[in-house]
């Protein structure tokens, strides 16, 4: 399959890198001149464990390609990830202006069927600006040219973000489109498989956009984080009944096993 990834930073390098390493043809795109020269030496601009590696590995191979040249990514890959940077503005809020570029510039120059992946950190709803910006790009160039906006984050912990990747606990995936369901499930599917199989997979594809507007992802920490927003006030009003309360191992089994799980209301 082929991939592009839009920004070649820590999110970016990682996941085009590891897409790769199992057989993917890979075009990194990043503004960054410099950055691109870096990369195209053999050398990465940020340090993680086992990453200069698989550049190396997958450089030599022909499968990992970085460019500046945005026409070019965006004719490569169907597959468009954008991993740009979304950097708190001054209310705390993510500022989305580098991620809606990059949007705008793919709908600037396709030509035929993109899947549009978003994998930077963004708030709920940003989907549908996404979802906006192409299809505004494309009003303006008159062209109809189909397309899906797929969200899916990433869970990468600095100093273990090859393994994490590579052998993923969780896969989100929120999609509306069948399409772009397949070729994410066939984008991931040799993860699935080499991943630690005592740890628990979550997936959450193919819910309808309906329901899968206002719904965010919980990732391991977070899911513990609002599971015990619950837990807590519960486990409080047992204790004064003299009701006998769970074990907080139990609490957190619950959350990663169970919470994360999130099912379209019917």
């Known amino acids: 399959m082929k991939i592009t990834i839009?920004?070649?930073?820590?999110?970016?390098?990682?996941?085009?890198?590891?897409?790769?390493?199992?057989?993917?043809?890979?075009?990194?795109?990043?503004?960054?001149?410099?950055?691109?020269?870096?990369?195209?030496?053999?050398?990465?601009?940020?340090?993680?464990?086992?990453?200069?590696?698989?550049?190396?590995?997958?450089?030599a191979a022909g499968r990992?390609?970085?460019?500046?040249?945005?026409?070019?990514?965006?004719?490569?890959?169907?597959?468009?990830?954008?991993?740009?940077?979304?950097?708190?503005?001054e209310d705390g809020s993510a500022d989305l202006q580098h991620v809606l570029a990059a949007a705008r510039?793919?709908?600037?120059?396709?030509?035929?069927?993109?899947?549009?992946?978003?994998?930077?950190?963004?708030?709920?709803?940003?989907a549908d600006k996404v979802r906006s910006a192409l299809a505004e790009e494309l009003k303006k160039r008159g062209a109809d040219t189909p397309f899906a906006v797929v969200s899916n984050p990433e869970f990468l912990k600095e100093g273990?973000?090859?393994?994490?990747?590579?052998?993923?606990?969780?896969?989100?995936?929120?999609?509306?489109?069948e399409r772009a369901i397949q070729i994410m499930r066939?984008?991931?599917?040799?993860?699935q498989r080499s991943r630690d199989r005592r740890k628990p997979l979550v997936q959450g594809i193919a819910i309808p956009r309906k329901q899968l507007r206002r719904i965010i992802f919980l990732g391991g920490d977070d899911a513990v984080s609002i599971q015990l927003e619950f837990v807590y006030p519960l486990l409080a009003f047992r204790r004064r009944r003299h009701q006998p309360a769970f074990h907080r191992r139990d609490e957190l089994r619950y959350s990663r096993r169970q919470l994360i799980q999130v099912e379209p209301p019917h």
């Open 186 to 191: 066939a984008l991931y599917a040799p993860f």
């Open 160 to 177: 273990a973000a090859v393994e994490d990747f590579t052998r993923p606990d969780r896969i989100v995936v929120g999609a509306d489109d």
């Open 64 to 89: 990992l390609h970085f460019t500046t040249d945005v026409e070019r990514a965006v004719r490569f890959g169907t597959v468009q990830c954008i991993a740009v940077g979304t950097p708190p503005g």
């Open 105 to 126: 510039s793919i709908g600037r120059h396709m030509t035929e069927y993109r899947v549009i992946v978003d994998k930077s950190t963004v708030p709920v709803g940003t």
């Open 6 to 59: 839009v920004g070649a930073g820590y999110v970016g390098l990682v996941s085009g890198a590891c897409f790769a390493e199992v057989g993917n043809e890979v075009l990194c795109l990043d503004l960054d001149a410099a950055k691109i020269r870096t990369l195209e030496a053999g050398e990465i601009p940020i340090y993680e464990p086992g990453l200069l590696e698989v550049v190396r590995r997958n450089r």
